[in-house]
């Protein structure tokens, strides 16, 4: 009897470490979900801050302004444009 | 032998079973707190005990990005501080208080008003950039706390103002498609609860008591690239010609999507301290006008729908007046005689009135009805006007004959553009759209095939040599137009020299895109006419997004003489 009691305590402490053991996983493993989560989270906001910065760069009036100032560009000349295509080879 | 005697005492029996039932009174009392505790005041111990460690967590929801057609951002929130105080709680050193008012860019005088204010709470500043509130939180001032919140930014600026509008400082939408749109834009915040350590990590999850929906990304329509185009030549013209405002349009003939919408005088929506009610005003959606000539196609194709006429019928004309009840119609160009197609070309006053008298007024009343005049466009977008048609019933034979030309009748820039769906598609009208669908749109039929086409034919004569506006040609694609250019009304008489100058038109005429309506409000330069106002900017518009859609040209690519000798006048 005294047996069977010492080997069902040695069970228990077993259990109850066991016990400890996976909640304090469950516990760090959350903290990465929410980490991720946060991260997740960070990525979408600097990825809406990039859409903003590629939206602005993008202007058109900006780059129109740039190719005509700083590069000199135009748009062509009706003088010296020639349609090439199956039907427009005017 | 007896006890005493044995050194013992004996005790009263009743002692004995006094102790006992003390003992077994104290369990009861034990007993009885217990099942007090557990049964009866659980719900209330637990929820103590939460209190110490649970703790319930907002989840912030993004609003959603509004893109334009081709997906680049037209309007994205981004997080921001604001920053708060408990003003009891708040004490600076010198420094600190220097440092503060110079990160939060405030005058001292305000921020030692506001930290001396009597209040629980204060605002010392909303939106704050987060590199900003970040060096403030360095500063570890007590009393002094940041809140998450979110700010919308515009990188289109003065060029997307009108169609996006803007949020109010709490990110909900006040304005234009932000308005227009909330409901999906908007996100809910959600929340859930969740068990805190000592030192504020969260440890554990318990339940998420609402999810966190974050807003709909909603594409528009807009093309970004034809709205600063739009945008750039509608704000030179109106300052060339010393105008007060303009407005322009510019629809997909085969989907019925706005592709452009900008009007002027503009407004930076990233910083919005002084607004005025001119700069708001969306003019192309909201604002009614007497849209004069530009009218006139539908009066013409109301008469050849009749079948008594056809494009070669000519119509008297003489003198070029034509007087009814003490009001005198005039035309520029008088002449003895004009055909039909000719009344739309050299835009003829006398000329549509009289086509207009012959008809009867329930038909001419039944198609503005019809083409959407009188009726608010359903675009969803907030303030959009309806414009006046009055019933046929009160119409006077005199009103009827300004009508022909489009005076007496107002309506907005939208309404218009629409409306000439009609002879851009055979025919029908389409029902308009500022979110991208992509797909072409089913129209209404109102008018014959045979007629759209005739009068698209007459639109383009009006602007080759001899008809109103030669300017609205470009090189390599055939155009096709009607300018207007009406007096302004101002306590309900006509001003001599206030005029609306209007052009609406489409191209490739051959087979017709894009319908580009303009309009300059009060041009006060040496010109007022629609033909040497409003049609350069459709031309110029015109031009770029038909290179920008990659249109195949139906014209020959020779250079457009800039020769303005044969334009023709018109005086509505």
């Given at each position: ?90 | ?193 969740v068990i805190k350590d000592r ?79 001119a700069q708001l005003r969306n ?244 010109q007022h006419y629609g033909g ?41």
């Amino acid at each position: 009897m005294a047996k069977l009691n010492l080997l069902l305590l040695a069970v228990l402490v077993a259990c109850a470490l066991g016990l400890v053991t996976s909640q304090h996983k469950a516990r760090k493993l959350f903290t990465d979900l929410e980490r991720e989560h946060n991260r997740a989270r960070e990525l979408d906001v600097e990825y809406g801050r990039l859409q903003l910065e590629a939206s602005t760069w993008g202007l058109h009036a900006r780059v129109e302004r740039i190719a005509t100032g700083a590069l000199g560009m135009r748009p062509a000349d009706a003088r010296r444009t020639r349609l090439a295509g199956r039907d427009a080879s005017r | 032998m007896s006890a005493a005697a044995q050194g013992l005492v004996r005790l009263p029996v009743w002692r004995a079973r006094f102790v006992l039932a003390v003992l077994a009174l104290a369990f009861g009392v034990l007993a009885a707190r217990s099942v007090y505790l557990q049964a009866m005041r659980t719900e209330f111990l637990q929820e103590r005990g939460d209190a110490r460690y649970s703790r319930v967590i907002e989840v912030p929801a993004t609003r959603g990005r509004i893109l334009d057609r081709n997906g680049d951002a037209l309007a994205v929130s981004t997080p921001v501080k604001s920053v708060w105080a408990i003003p009891a709680d708040v004490e600076l050193t010198r420094e600190q208080r220097r440092k503060l008012t110079a990160l939060l860019a405030v005058e001292p005088a305000e921020l030692g008003k506001k930290l001396s204010s009597a209040k629980d709470f204060v605002f010392l500043k909303r939106q704050v950039p987060p590199d900003t509130a970040l060096a403030i939180a360095t500063l570890a001032i007590p009393g002094i706390y940041q809140h998450p919140e979110y700010r919308r930014y515009y990188p289109g600026g003065e060029i997307t103002a009108h169609v996006l509008g803007f949020t109010g400082v709490d990110d909900g939408g006040q304005e234009g498609v932000e308005l227009a749109h909330e409901a999906t834009l908007g996100g809910k915040p959600g929340s859930r609860r969740v068990i805190k350590d000592r030192l504020g990590h969260i440890v554990e999850d318990i339940e998420s008591i609402r999810a966190a929906q974050s807003g709909v990304d909603l594409q528009l329509s807009i093309d970004g690239k034809l709205q600063s185009l739009a945008y750039g030549a509608l704000k030179a013209a109106v300052e060339a010609n010393r105008a007060k405002a303009g407005g322009i349009i510019a629809l997909d003939v085969r989907t019925g999507e706005i592709l452009a919408l900008a009007n002027v005088p503009s407004f930076n929506p990233n910083n919005r301290a002084k607004l005025t009610g001119a700069q708001l005003r969306n003019r192309v959606i909201t604002d009614l006008f007497e849209p004069g000539s530009t009218l006139k196609p539908f009066t013409v194709a109301l008469a050849l729908e009749s079948g008594k006429v056809t494009p070669a019928t000519r119509v008297s004309t003489a003198p070029g007046t034509l007087t009814m009840a003490g009001y005198t119609i005039r035309d520029v160009h008088p002449a003895a005689s004009m055909s039909i197609s000719q009344i739309v070309q050299k835009s003829s006053n006398v000329g549509s009135a009289k086509l207009a008298l012959a008809l009867p007024r329930e038909s001419m009343w039944d198609l503005f009805n019809r083409v959407g005049f009188g009726t608010a466009p359903a675009l969803g977008f907030p303030g959009a006007a309806a414009g006046k048609l009055h019933p046929y019933k009160s119409w006077k034979p005199v009103e009827q004959a300004t009508m022909a030309y489009g005076h007496g009748i107002s309506l907005s820039l939208v309404q218009l553009a629409r409306a000439y769906t009609l002879f851009a598609r055979d025919g029908e009208l389409v029902p308009l759209s500022l979110v991208k669908t992509g797909a072409a749109a089913s129209g209404e039929k109102v008018i014959s095939t045979e007629t759209a086409r005739a009068v698209r034919a007459m639109l383009e004569l009006a602007v080759q040599p001899g008809g109103t506006a030669p300017r609205a040609r470009i090189s390599g694609w055939r155009v096709a137009g009607k300018t207007g250019t009406a007096h302004k009304q101002e306590n309900g008489a006509y001003a001599a020299d206030k005029y609306i100058a209007s052009f609406v038109g489409f191209a490739p005429a051959s087979e017709p895109r894009l319908i580009i309506a303009v309009m300059i409000d009060e041009p006060a330069g040496s010109q007022h006419y629609g033909g040497s106002v409003a049609a350069p900017v459709f031309s110029q518009v015109m031009q770029g997004a038909l290179r920008l859609m990659a249109v195949p040209h139906d014209a020959p690519l020779d250079p457009i003489p800039a020769d303005e000798a044969d334009e023709a006048r018109e005086s509505t």
